[in-house]
Each structure stands twice: as structure tokens, then as C-alpha cells.
């Protein structure tokens, strides 16, 4: 199955790329979303960058618009860390901004890190994820997996329910993977989080 892949100029592509190919699948890569819904049915929206300047970089060629209709005209989306925070309705890296509005919330700075704990901002490494509810991502009854972790920057959804996956960070419980229907995100980078992350990409991309 030939795959989307969103590039915004400025995420480094080649893992995810490598990945899908990993899983059988054909990765095609577009800079603006020019989506024909009877050839693709997947979409991959990865993310590496500021909130403000990815919104700006898809608005220039109206890319924001096209994803929007790709899943309204029943398309499966994956955005992965900043591709995830992309989907909601606001982000606050450099000033109050406006997202894809996709899923209802906003993106806020991470709390101040447990030095105790060796937290950090950013928080980057491998941290143990909790597994709330099923996810088309994960196999049914997984209570925890471990991936790997690189923001600044974390999802807070108004309806606690999509919230699929969650870490302990700054005291604090952050949600790192939602789910709700077609659209399925996650904080982590799971194209660097070894099996588990491929298992992950390849139950997106069979859903």
C-alpha cells in the first residue's frame, strides 16, 4: 500500500521513510497534500520543529486545509510528537497559536522536571508509557511499553477520554498517544523505538 508521508522542509524524514518501507509498505512523501482519497487511505504526519513555524510552512502551500479534508473524506491519519500536537485547536510556542483543530485541546509547555527523577527539558530518552485503554496501535491488554521520547511541549486534550497512552513527568501524568476513530497520535517516536514503535506504525498502517 502506497503511504503519505507530510514534509514540512524541516523534519528529517529518512527513519520514518526507512520504517514504513520495513513494514511492506510504500512511503510517498509530499510537501503539500495534494491527496487524491481513492489512491491513499494512510496518512503520516511527522514533526520535528516549533508548533508556529510548521502551522506557517503548511498554510503557505494550504496543506492544512487538504489533511483536514483527508479525513473528513475518510482518511487515517498518525501524527507523531509535533505531527500529534499539530492536530489541535491551539499551541503556545512563541505566543498563543491556532493548529489543525482537529481534536478539541491545546499544547502547553511541559511542568517544571523532577531533577530527583534526572528529568530534563527537553525530556528526551526512553521513558515507560501507561496504556489507559485500547489502541488500534497496541496489542489489546498491554498494560506498559517503553519508547522514545524528544519535546518540549505536551498534548492536553478536553476530553480525557481520547487519551490512549500516558508518562509520569514533572510530578504530573502527560498524555502521549490519543485515539479517536481514524486519528491516532502519539508523543514519542515510535520510528525510533524499536520493535515496539515498528509494530505500532504497521497496526496504523493495516487499520
Known sequence: MNVLVYDNGISNLKSMVNAIKYTGH???VTNDCKIENDKYSHLVLPGVG???????IMKKKYA??????????????????LGMQLLFDEG????????LGILKGSVLKLPPPNKEHGETIPNMGWHDIRINCDSPLIEKNTQSIQCYFVHEYHCVPNDSEITTMEISYGNKSICAGVSKGRINGVQFHPEKSGKMGLEMISRFLDS
Open 50 to 56: 516549533s508548533f508556529g513555524s510548521a502551522m506557517q
Open 64 to 81: 492544512d486545509q487538504r489533511i483536514k479534508e483527508f479525513i473528513l473524506n475518510g482518511g487515517h491519519i498518525l501524527g507523531v510528537c
Open 92 to 99: 503556545f510556542e512563541g505566543g498563543e497559536l491556532a493548529g
Open 26 to 28: 510504500k512511503p510517498i
